[in-house]
């Protein structure tokens, strides 16, 4: 078992014939990642990497039964791109790409809430669940299949804990990048749920940074959980009112700094981890 | 990107808002025939990307020309909130009844759109969150919701506002509003809105800051003479440097150069350093996959940075591969040379080849090596982190 995507999942590229597009798809398919097709307006009946183009979700559903997008186009085509395949029935959106206008962010993740769909990102690295699928642009070399479920905002901090947790012979279930923009799809409560109903999953890593309030909203929702949950919080000693290279990472006010997400997620019942070699020896004291 | 209060005012005046029309000073010989014009007293704002200028004494009242002189003299010479003073909006003195607070925002965990209103307008609306929520009115919107104008008036009666003067504050809501979604805004505001003692509602100071992603589709800004700009204080010469080659980067005050990967780990390393008691000199990311021109160019930023003592590298080789990484690094050392010791660690996609092709060159040249320590997978980046802190120390 996993969350969100798998072996079966049947993934249409959006934005196939552009060159992040066409790179990735071919890194995604070597993985193993069951890509049935791709869209490009305009380009419909050309292939990529044995993959067929349509000129519209629409008709990609209709030959390829796609179920799952994964986007790579230039920001300013995102809200298009990820409202047409949500209307065509798509419940599963990946947005690769960053700089997407928070109006339009706000836009996609409205008309998903009407349609049941899951979107991530923008300005994520994707989602991987190991041995089966790869959606996006994280490297294949960190992870290994397991029993623990990662969920980050950032996709160099996945790397980093799956490397810890693939080393320690965890492995991984699934490891979602909800992406660095300030307004996001999914948010870190949505997937932690996802991540409790699988029976596989024993344990959760998240990691989030300074910025935003998406980590408060995951405690009360984490005081529920069977699963345990350890957290990270990037930019404890990060400056006020500085931006961190995320768009997402900059401490407004007294809102969103680390130390207060920390206590917190805390309270709520979630183990901090300081450092990355911490995981594994909180993970052993959980039994997991 | 934040907008200073006059062309703020500009972009409210085109949603029909009164604005008081100022006049907008660079010199204090300016300031003086401005407040002659509006005459003989004015109120002088400095113009700068941060709010609370009243309480750091950027906002100042002119009760005579010469006065205005003197006063602008004093801003322009003083740096308000770090900012140097480059214009100064002198604004017409009002007779203030009262004053009121309008903003629109975007409540980001809810994904909503909201309109807040509050009758304490004039001070620090999070201040007025805190002590007295009660006096805070919140109406919340769809991203595809327009505001009707009864919703509007709606506002302004909990406000307070009756007769002529509830009629004034619909288009005013409406503006707001409006001119919150036409431009893309993370926040339009109104602090204070004041009412003067004949009666009338004037914008007196005016906020806005458009979102930068969205910068695209409006052009009209560019066309008004608005310019994309850095909205966070004045920036170091480095931090100025690094902008042009389009490296996010931020000036700190320790001593430890960081020259790590991706922002998510660049933020968490910083605390790294400190969990082992050293702090960093900076804030970097280097993006995914740097090209060799980019690495020379982050490490250049540090190497002439005379506060860094030594420096910390950490490479994830993701689709990105760690031996392409350290042919740059490699080839930036034989070029340029470090002044600095570094402590360097790979892992990830081909990381033995980085360390093979690291430990081949010192064999080379050893002399370029001689303060460049080589780790692989096998050192916990911890101990990296402790090491960059010895270093430091042992610099000192």
Redesign the interface.
Known sequence: MAILVDKDSRILVQGITGSAGQFHTKRMIDYGTQIVGGTSPGKGGQEVEGVPVFDTVDECIDATEADTSVIFLPAPFVKEAAIEAIWAGIKFVVVIPEHIPIFDMMEIRQEAKKYGTTVLGGNTAGIITPGEANLGIMPDIAFKPGRVGTVSRSGSLTYYVADTLTRSDYGETTCVGLGGDPVLGSTFDEILKMFDDDPKTRAVVMCGEIGGVYEERAAPVIKKLKTPVVVMIGGVFAPAGKRMGHAGAIVEGSMGTARSKLRILEEAGAYPAKTFSEIPQILKGLNV | MRLFEFEAKKLFAQKKIPVTQGILASSPEDAAAAVRELGGEGVLKVQILSGGRGKAGGIKKAESPDEAYKIAEELFAAKIKDYEVKQILVDPLLDIAKEYYLGVT?D??N?KIVFIASPSGGVDI?EVARTSPEKIYKEKF???EKMYGFEAFGIGKKLGFTGDKLKASVPIILGLYNAF?AY?C?LAEINPLIETTDGKLWAADARISV????L??HKELGEMGIEKRHE??EMTEREKQAREWGI?Y?D?EGDIGMF?????????G???I??FGGK?AN?M?SG?GPSPERLARMLILLDENPNVKAIFGAR????SRCDDFAKGVIQFLREHGLSKPMVVRM???MWQEGVRLFEEAKEETPEVFEKIEIHG?ET???EISKRAVELAKEAE
């Not at chain 2, 790590?260 to 968490?268: L, R, S």
């Not at chain 2, 994830?316 to 689709?319: A, D, P, V, W």
């Open positions: 975007i980001r965990a994904y999070e769809d991203i595809d979604k893309d993370k979102d930068d992603d969205a695209f589709r966070e204080g996010p931020l700190l790590p990967g991706g922002a998510g780990f660049g933020i968490m910083n605390d790294f400190h969990y960093p804030f990311d995914g994830f080789g993701g689709i892992t990830g996609n997978i916990p980046i911890e």
